[in-house]
């Protein structure tokens, strides 16, 4: 077994942990750790298939590695403006279930 | 030896995700997730990924770690109510089998990968030298696929866009977070003055290590940020006002500049985000140290969220 596989195998679980979650979490915080788990099992799959690649020199094929980059940075900013979106409707309605029951009556805006 | 240090390091990091999912505690859950974080950078390096690492380390590890902690805190009072709607046990199961078929979907195509492996690592070499750059994933980033990180400039401010919208109309404008009052003479305050000229120096010279060892704008961008946010949560300074000219045009001067960059390549080099040969690392430098201001400008507002208090005279 090589090192790509052992991180890719990691990476494929790190996915089935996130859509567990995904699928499981009530909290919106929750999901979205496990929305970010899910991605970052992604990555490590690139990650991976980057190592097998390597060549020419370097330790792995740069084009993947360059792709996980804008990812990681794209994916935080998703995720601030999502905990924004969280804290804001918090504020707004002192709760932030995603269940069906009937939402708490809004306060009036301060 | 090696081999065991992967399998052992891949296991914690699986346990981690998965402390995340079933900790009773939101913040148990948060801080477990920046340690994943730390570990997957590591795990980076032994993929042969030291940018890639560079990056996981300074944003998820710190910057997002921060983020998620400080939202956390502030939704611990419905914590207990969120515990108590615990999806059903036929829901779980449902989502254990998905996920188990997802996972093992994906396990089964990464040993099944094609041998030998399609890279793209040989054509980047050879085209390395009209870049000026040395290193090769900073030429990926800003030469071989610089749409991608255009456009990923601009997915920032625009990101920053979307925060500062959730604003409500009488605090548009105003500064975000609330003033914060440390201890003088406390630690982190000790900490806020001796970190940030190191801080600094780290940024610039992963900056320009960039272009030919591993580094580049992202990396010493998030430095900063948290150099900055350091700053401010110990009170030494304040948050900016975000309706300031300043600080608007130094949020898009990164864009801005790479954009320009771009469309002068269709005269200079006969293609959008070309490079003439003559020039190609000084466009390259220079669109870096704008990148790297813009990202570390929006990274830290990202963080600081929406505008909260207008000051008053």
């Not at chain 1, 990555?43 to 980057?50: E, N, R």
């Not at chain 2, 950078?41 to 993929?47: S, T």
């Not at chain 2, 030429?139 to 071989?144: D, G, Q, R, S």
């Not at chain 2, 975000?176 to 801080?199: S, T």
């Amino acid at each position: 077994m090589t090192a790509a596989e052992i991180f890719g195998l990691c990476g494929a679980a790190l996915v089935g942990v996130g859509v567990y979650g995904l699928v499981i979490a009530p909290e919106p915080l929750r999901k979205l750790l496990a929305f970010n788990l899910l991605g970052g099992g992604i990555f490590l799959l690139f990650g991976a298939v980057a190592r097998r690649g390597a060549g020419a020199g370097l330790g792995g094929d740069p084009v993947p590695q360059a792709l996980v980059i804008t990812g990681l940075v794209v994916a935080v900013a998703a995720t601030a403006l999502a905990v924004a979106l969280l804290l804001r409707l918090f504020e707004a309605s002192g709760d932030v279930s995603l269940r069906n029951d009937p939402p708490p009556a809004p306060e009036p805006e301060s | 030896m090696s081999l065991l240090f992967d399998i052992v390091l891949s296991l914690i990091v699986v346990a981690l995700a998965v402390r995340v999912i079933v900790a009773e505690d939101g913040f148990a859950a948060v801080v477990s997730f920046a340690a994943y974080g730390l570990l997957v950078a590591l795990a980076w390096v032994r993929l042969y990924a030291a940018d890639v690492s560079l990056t996981e380390v300074a944003i998820s590890g710190g910057l997002a770690g921060m983020l998620l902690i400080g939202a956390a805190s502030r939704l611990r009072a419905i914590d207990a109510r969120a515990a108590a709607q615990r999806s059903g046990r036929g829901v779980r199961l449902f989502a254990a089998l998905l996920s188990c078929g997802v996972a093992g979907g994906l396990g089964l195509a990464v040993l099944a990968l094609p041998d030998p492996a399609p890279s793209l690592a040989e054509a980047a070499v050879a085209n390395l030298p009209p870049t000026g750059v040395g290193n090769p994933v900073t030429a990926v980033l800003m030469a071989f696929r610089a749409t991608d990180t255009l456009l990923e400039t601009v997915v920032v401010v625009l990101a920053l866009v979307g925060v500062w919208s959730l604003a409500p109309d009488r605090l548009w404008g105003g500064r975000p977070g609330a003033r914060e009052h440390a201890d003088p003479n406390g630690p982190l305050a000790f900490l806020a003055r001796v970190l940030p000229p190191i801080g600094v120096v780290v940024a610039v010279y992963l900056l320009w290590a960039g272009a030919s060892e591993p580094g580049g704008a992202f990396q010493g961008g998030a430095i900063l940020a948290a150099t900055w946010l350091l700053v401010i949560m110990a009170g030494l300074s304040d948050a900016p006002a975000t309706h300031g000219h300043g600080l608007r045009w130094l949020l898009v001067a990164g864009p801005l500049l790479f954009l320009a960059v771009g469309f002068a390549g269709i005269w200079l080099a006969d293609a959008f985000l070309a490079y003439p040969t003559d020039w190609a690392k000084a466009l390259i430098v220079a669109v870096e140290v704008a990148k790297l201001l813009s990202v570390a400008a929006a990274l830290g507002l990202l963080l600081l969220g929406p505008p909260r208090r207008i000051d008053t005279p």
